[in-house]
């Protein structure tokens, strides 16, 4: 027996109540609990996308910071050199200014150039020390480097003055480094 059949004698009854039945299953999802879902997995993917990027970034400008270093260190030589042979020309200058055979203008010529020598190697040590300073804040080591006590720093005193390079500590932070007793 179909669905026509019993629909047909559903129909052709004489019977005075009749009925019929319908059952529908639709499955019901909670969409707004997968769109949240689907939400959270996407920026959990970004996150580590972004954590991703900023190791890289970190990665590289540590690289970069070394580099800069090691070609700075390489100038500081250079430039070290140069003033060597700008005193040693100097120096052959004088002797020949002395025995007559140079003139006062090529010994000046060759002061100045001395002088410009010793400036270039004064520009190279800052750039060395500023790409030094660079490697110490990319690789996380500045402040340990630079001889800085956090505790000090959060009690707000000065027990010690930190370390900076080529600058000679003032006279009057040296004699309140210690606290004054009461």
Known sequence: ???????????????????????????????????????????????????????????????????????????????????????????????????GASTSTLVLQNQSGLATAESNLVSAMAAYEKAEVELDRATGLLIEHAGIDMGDAEKGEVTHAPKVPFVAPRADLQQTTTPPQQ
């Open 1 to 99: 027996m179909g669905y026509s059949d019993t629909l047909n004698q559903l129909v052709n009854s004489t019977a005075p109540d009749k009925g019929m039945g319908v059952t529908l299953s639709i499955p019901l999802r909670n969409r707004q609990a997968q769109a949240l879902s689907t939400r959270a997995q996407l920026e959990y993917r970004q996150a580590q996308m972004r954590v991703q990027q900023l190791e890289n970034q970190v990665r590289i400008e540590v690289r970069n910071a070394q580099f800069s270093v090691t070609q700075n260190r390489a100038a500081v030589q250079s430039s070290q050199a140069a003033v060597e042979l700008a005193k040693q020309s100097l120096d052959a200058e004088q002797k020949k200014f002395n025995l």
